[in-house]
């Protein structure tokens, strides 16, 4: 009997932090200092309306002048992330944030943010994949 191939839900993180577009790039700044993190789902509404990185972050401030509490995750954040749904195959969004250098997909389902799915649990995802099928470990 063969196992089936997982999904993006089990390796996302759940109930990521998240930001209004809004809010200014100041807050953005010390949510991902405070939690160690580097993408931000810019939520309206409830509705995913955008994707602040801290590479986002860190460019719009590199500006002459710039001012991290007059500019807002809206003005700076991608408004066309890579979203994904939790039953999507893992091997399928792996290899499209491969193919087009994406950092992370936003994890959406019905029209609600319920995860995201970075590099890094692509690499959490890897290891435990190598380390069941190669070592034997559950």
Do not use: W
Request: charged letters at 25%; proline letters at 4%.
């Amino acid at each position: 009997m063969s196992k089936s191939e997982p999904t993006i839900q089990k390796y996302m993180t759940v109930q990521p932090f998240e930001i209004g577009p809004a809010e200014t790039l100041s807050k953005a700044r010390d949510l991902f200092s405070k939690h160690g993190i580097r993408h931000l789902p810019v939520v309206d509404s409830g509705r995913v309306v955008g994707l602040l990185s801290d590479r986002d972050v860190k460019l719009a401030l590199g500006a002459v002048g710039a001012d991290a509490s007059r500019q807002t995750a809206g003005d700076v954040c991608v408004t066309d992330p890579y979203v994904v749904e939790p039953d999507d195959l893992l091997s399928e969004v792996a290899r499209t944030m491969a193919s087009r250098h994406y950092g992370s997909a936003v994890v959406v389902s019905n029209g609600k943010l319920v995860g995201i799915f970075t590099t890094v649990d692509a690499c959490r995802a890897l290891a435990e994949i190598i380390e069941t099928r190669f070592h034997g470990r559950n």
